[in-house]
């Protein structure tokens, strides 16, 4: 199944429950995220914003994380790992319950206000081949950069 969750109570950061992605308009390929809460983000800051969202998806299934074009724009935001990649296996997974976290990074001169609610990134599923050849048979066992790394400082 391909879905969205609410990640379990006990791995929850905001109080209030998320507003799940959704595609803006029926040609749109990216589900867009909503900020939970307010935030500023003074100039040259990285900030990691828990989603409390997670995404079940298919075998051989990712999703992919992108600023949306006005927020990269308009207000000289990025994400701070440039493309962000949430494995199949990150759902559910031990440390966190797949909670997505996506870390933005100010690189404008300006100290940013974003608004709860405001669509602020958006996730595409994509599907990956692997190598007629490959190996791999080690299980995700945590979260966030328990695969080779913490992405947001």
Not at 45 to 74: C, N
Not at 86 to 103: F, T
Request: glycine share 10%.
């Amino acid at each position: 199944m391909r879905k969205f969750h609410i990640v379990a109570d006990d791995h929850r950061v905001h109080e209030e429950a998320p507003m799940l992605p959704k595609r803006s308009t029926t040609g749109s390929a990216g589900y867009d995220f909503y900020l939970p809460e307010d935030i500023l983000i003074f100039r040259n800051e990285s900030i990691l914003i828990w989603t409390d969202v997670k995404a079940e998806m298919y075998p051989r299934e990712f999703l992919q994380m992108h600023i949306r074009s006005s927020y990269g724009i308009k207000k000289n935001l990025m994400l701070s790992n440039i493309v962000g990649i949430i494995d199949k296996d990150y759902y559910n997974n031990k440390s966190n319950d797949g909670n997505i976290g996506i870390c933005l990074h100010n690189y404008g001169n300006d100290n940013i206000e974003l608004k709860k609610g405001d669509a602020y990134c958006q996730g595409i599923f994509l599907e990956y081949s692997i190598t007629d050849d490959d190996s791999t048979y080690q299980e995700r066992e945590g979260g966030i950069g328990s695969t080779g790394g913490l992405n947001c400082v």
